[in-house]
T-cell receptor, first 110, second 116 residues
Framework: QKEVEQDPGPLSVPEGAIVSLNCTYS??????FMWYRQYSRKGPELLMY????GNKEDGRFTAQVDKSSKYISLFIRDSQPSDSATYLC??????????FGAGTRLFVKA | DTGVSQDPRHKITKRGQNVTFRCDPI?????LYWYRQTLGQGPEFLTY????????KSRLLSDRFSAERPKGSFSTLEIQRTEQGDSAMYLC??????????????FGPGTRLTVL
């Protein structure tokens, strides 16, 4: 079993839709959770960063962590074609090794 | 403002050849990481430096792989006797820590290696 599981998609939505992206993880020691966005042939860029459980909002993006169920989510409101990318969830224990999910490919159709 | 840079962006080589990649981190960052990413997968951790010290190597990093970070600045990743299975995107990332737990990593654009 992978430490971080993520549905690879692809996920296709119309412009303006609310997008929900999800991951599960296995190690309850994970405390820090990130979402990265990766455009084709580019390196990942950090979108959201949360510690422990709870919600964090940044513009159209909301990250949610539920440690009791080991479930992390990213919501994108009013999705735009420019949001089309691969979204990677990631976590680490507080040291240095970051563990990534496989990424979910998102397509937002105009 | 310069982010993390990597060179070359693309490398095509024949099986058995040696290749070397370079990463220049964000200047004030003391931590540097190498990852490997294959198609349809997330980045997989390879190795990590804090300043010039290599503190951790993944089991993915076979004896054919070596990484250095002289003087705690740029880093190189060398692959000797390349194999077709080494074909992947090699990503470098850097971060700053002053003793806190934050580990927000900033990634470079990657070097795409193709081994023929």
């Amino acid at each position: 079993q992978k430490e971080v599981e993520q549905d690879p998609g692809p996920l296709s939505v119309p412009e303006g839709a609310i997008v929900s992206l999800n991951c599960t993880y296995s190690n309850s020691a994970f405390q820090y959770f990130m979402w990265y966005r990766q455009y084709s042939r580019k390196g990942p860029e950090l979108l959201m960063y949360t510690y422990s459980s709870g919600n964090k909002e940044d513009g159209r993006f909301t990250a949610q962590v539920d440690k009791s169920s080991k479930y992390i989510s990213l919501f994108i409101r009013d999705s735009q074609p420019s949001d089309s990318a691969t979204y990677l969830c990631a976590t680490f224990t507080g040291g240095f090794k970051t563990i990534f999910g496989a990424g979910t490919r998102l397509f937002v159709k105009a | 403002d310069t982010g993390v840079s990597q060179d070359p962006r693309h490398k095509i080589t024949k099986r058995g050849q040696n290749v070397t990649f370079r990463c220049d981190p964000i200047s004030e960052h003391n931590r540097l990481y190498w990852y490997r990413q294959t198609l349809g997968q997330g980045p997989e951790f390879l190795t990590y430096f804090q300043n010039e010290a290599q503190l951790e190597k993944s089991r993915l990093l076979s004896d054919r792989f070596s990484a250095e970070r002289p003087k705690g600045s740029f880093s190189t990743l060398e692959i000797q006797r390349t194999e077709q299975g080494d074909s992947a995107m090699y990503l470098c990332a850097s971060s700053w820590t002053s003793g806190g737990a934050s580990n927000e990593q900033f990634f470079g654009p990657g070097t795409r290696l193709t081994v023929l």
